[in-house]
């Protein structure tokens, strides 16, 4: 166990049973067909819960269709941002680009966000692109 990182940014996909079981999935995940392994490359929303993140300050999802956001709240995350739905990959990376730009000169995670999704906004006009994004703050 070592320290939490204060920002998680994961662009990974989601797995997701009819169970109501979810998982992260990594490096390793297609060698496997289920979760009863340790190291076996799925991160299960079991698994999320049991870590403390309570020094987090954001979790950036941009998968989407995940209710895995749920289990990183449990775990104390404070802020999460994330994809509602499908976006195509060049708005996505703009956005996320102008986020975290936006982010490290200071600006707030709200307003980092907003900013970006103008940004976004100005190139992409069809509102799919750039309305996807959600921003839960001060979970914890």
């Known amino acids: 166990s070592g320290k939490a990182p204060d920002i998680i940014h994961l662009s990974t996909h989601i797995w997701h049973t009819d169970?109501?079981?979810?998982?992260?999935?990594?490096?390793?995940?297609?060698?496997l067909s289920g979760c009863n392994h340790l190291e076996d490359g799925f991160l299960t929303d079991d698994e999320i819960q049991k870590?403390?993140?309570?020094?987090t300050d954001l979790l950036v999802l941009?998968?989407?269709?995940?209710?895995?956001?749920?289990?990183?709240?449990?775990?104390g995350v404070?802020?999460?941002m994330m994809r509602c739905?499908?976006?195509?990959?060049?708005p996505t990376c703009m956005l996320m680009s102008a986020f975290y730009k936006n982010l490290v000169s200071g600006m707030?995670?709200?307003?980092s966000l907003l900013e970006a999704v103008l940004k976004v906004k100005d190139k992409y006009k069809y509102p799919k692109a750039w309305t996807a994004f959600l921003l839960l703050d001060g979970l914890n």
Request: contains cysteine; proline residues 0%.
């Open 19 to 31: 169970d109501d079981i979810s998982a992260i999935l990594f490096a390793g995940a297609n060698r």
């Open 51 to 55: 870590l403390d993140l309570s020094k």
């Open 62 to 75: 941009a998968s989407a269709k995940c209710d895995i956001y749920k289990s990183f709240k449990l775990a």
């Open 78 to 80: 404070n802020s999460i």
């Open 85 to 90: 739905w499908e976006v195509y990959d060049n």
């Open 108 to 111: 707030s995670k709200q307003k």
